[in-house]
């Protein structure tokens, strides 16, 4: 088997059954799977799986389990020389999947690939490719101060922006949305951290590839439309504003906090607290005026 496509979801039976349909009419020309892991699902998933792809691989959890963990059930069962991680809000207008499994076999010191990834308007999804989320570069992001200072690469460290969109280029970092990754990485690297429940699993994981000597690159070399915020974190938008900030959380504690003084992360800490706030306030003005 050449490849498991290993797909989370929640909630987004329409989007999946339309990323399944697109990955049927544009057939990678290779050998590969797919393995569906649903999150408890109400709004027949499971059913419409099960009647209209009885070929796929399906495990059914009987409650949201996040991202990570879900993808590790996926990995544990893949029987692929590589992997992709795939959200199912996501479209194919081509075959972007071999492309990225050739590069992958040309060029076995990288271990994680990513394709263009687009929006549903078309344009660039500019957070698929990135840096390592330190805080120079999430100051610079929320705040734009990198639109400020167009040339200094620390603050627009985060979406990589000096980098060509069609250009292949290393980067610190990729979406989880549709990461391509290498079974011996994995075996390297071992399972995504189910610290993170959702959210940042894709950065950790992408900086313990690089630990481990792994390359991590945007290969534009094929593309995909990833709509986004569909399903689980659309239908539950409260939790997934929670679960985003604590995942930041965790993933700066354990990988950066160590590198700044104390009084530094304590401030840091309380600025994360403050962005959760204003975020959960303005989810819940909208919903009530929206």
Known sequence: MDLSICIPTLNARDFLRECLSSIERHQ???SYEIIVVDNGSKDGTVEM???DHPEIHLICNESNLGFSRPTNQALHVAQGEFFLILNPDTHLDQDAITPQVEFLREHP??????PKVLNGDGSFQRQSRRGEAKPVEVFGYFF???RLFPRNQALN???QAWLPEDEIAEVKAVSGSCMFLRRSTWEQVGDFDEQFFAYQEDSDYCLR????GWKVMYVPISQITHFGGEGGSKTQNTRSIFEWHRSYFRYYRKHFAREHFFLFNWFYYA????KLAISVARAW???LFG
């Not at 010191?109 to 990513?114: H, T």
């Not at 600025?271 to 403050?274: I, K, Q, R, T, Y």
């Open 209 to 212: 590839a690089r630990q481990k």
């Open 109 to 114: 010191d990288v271990g994680i690939s990513i």
């Open 285 to 287: 003005v909208s919903k």
């Open 271 to 274: 600025a994360m607290a403050f």
């Open 28 to 30: 990678p020309r290779i």
């Open 157 to 159: 460290g985060y979406l």
């Open 144 to 146: 734009k101060l990198g």
């Open 49 to 51: 799986l099960t009647q």
